[in-house]
C-alpha cells in the first residue's frame, strides 16, 4: 500500500511555462484535494474532488485546472506559471468527505517559479 | 476558520511520555479535534482525532476536557523519530476539507 504519492518532489519552473503535478491514490479514497502550504498561511485549498468526474474549486484556484478522470488519480495543471505559485503543493486524500475523516498525505512538490 | 492555540515549542527526552496542549475556547459543538505532525520536507501525518471522549490509538493518546475548549495530545514513550511540527485543527462539517494548521507545536526530543 503505497498511500498517497506525488511526483515529482521538486520542480524549477520560469514564468509563464506550464506543468502537471501528479498525484496518485491506492486506496481507492473517494475525495481526492490540493493544497499549498506557505509560511505563516497553513494548508490552503486549491481544488478538490468527491468523486472521480467531479471537482470543483477551493479557496484560491486560479492559475489552477483539475480532473478527475479515475477514482486513482488527480493531477494539478498550472496553466502559465507565475512567481506567486512558488510553494510547497501537497495531495491528500480520504476515504470519503466529513469532519471525523482521517487525511493521508502525499509528500509534497516543492515548486520554484522564477 | 476556528482558531487553536498552542506552544510554539516543548522538549523532551527519548523514552518519557510528553503532553502536547492545545487551547480551543471557540470550539463548537459538532468540531472534531485532530492532531497531525509534519516532519521537515515531509507531507502532514495524521495522529488522532476525537470529538468528546478521550481516545487511544497506536500512536498516542488525546485526552478532550470536559468543556472542550483544549485538548491534550499524549506520546506515551518518545522517540527520536516523534521530532516534528505537532498540529491541532478543528474540523467542522462545513469545511471538513479546510485544513488550518497554523504554526503548531515544535517538538524537540533529546536522546
Known amino acids: 500500500n503505497a498511500g498517497v504519492t506525488q511526483t515529482p518532489k521538486f520542480q524549477v519552473l520560469k514564468t509563464g511555462q506550464s506543468m502537471t503535478l501528479q498525484c496518485a491514490q491506492d486506496m481507492n479514497h473517494e475525495y481526492m484535494s490540493w493544497y499549498r502550504q506557505d509560511p505563516g498561511m497553513g494548508l490552503r485549498l486549491i481544488h478538490y474532488s468527491v468523486g472521480a468526474g467531479i471537482t470543483d474549486q477551493g479557496e484560491v484556484p486560479n492559475g489552477y485546472n483539475v480532473s478527475r478522470s479515475t477514482t486513482e488519480d488527480f493531477p494539478l495543471r498550472l496553466l502559465s506559471a507565475a512567481p506567486s505559485q512558488t510553494s510547497v503543493y501537497f495531495c491528500?486524500?480520504?476515504?470519503?468527505?466529513?469532519?471525523?475523516?482521517?487525511?493521508?498525505f502525499g509528500q509534497g512538490t516543492r515548486l520554484t517559479v522564477v | 476558520d476556528a482558531k487553536t492555540t498552542q506552544p510554539n515549542s516543548m522538549e523532551s527526552n527519548e523514552e518519557e511520555p510528553v503532553h502536547l496542549p492545545c487551547n480551543h475556547s471557540?470550539?463548537?459543538?459538532?468540531?472534531?479535534i485532530h492532531w497531525y505532525r509534519q516532519l521537515p520536507s515531509q507531507g502532514p501525518e495524521y495522529v488522532i482525532h476525537?470529538?468528546?471522549s478521550n481516545v487511544n490509538n497506536r500512536m498516542a493518546s488525546l485526552a478532550i476536557a470536559e468543556d472542550r475548549k483544549s485538548s491534550t495530545l499524549i506520546l506515551h514513550r518518545a522517540t527520536l523519530r516523534d521530532a516534528a511540527v505537532y498540529y491541532c485543527?478543528?474540523?467542522?462539517?462545513?469545511?471538513?476539507?479546510?485544513?488550518?494548521f497554523g504554526s503548531g507545536t515544535k517538538l524537540n526530543v533529546k536522546p
Open positions: 471557540t470550539i463548537s459543538g459538532t468540531d472534531y
Open positions: 491528500a486524500s480520504t476515504l470519503r468527505g466529513g469532519a471525523d475523516t482521517e487525511a493521508f
Open positions: 485543527i478543528l474540523r467542522d462539517w462545513n469545511n471538513f476539507n479546510k485544513f488550518y
Open positions: 476525537g470529538l468528546t
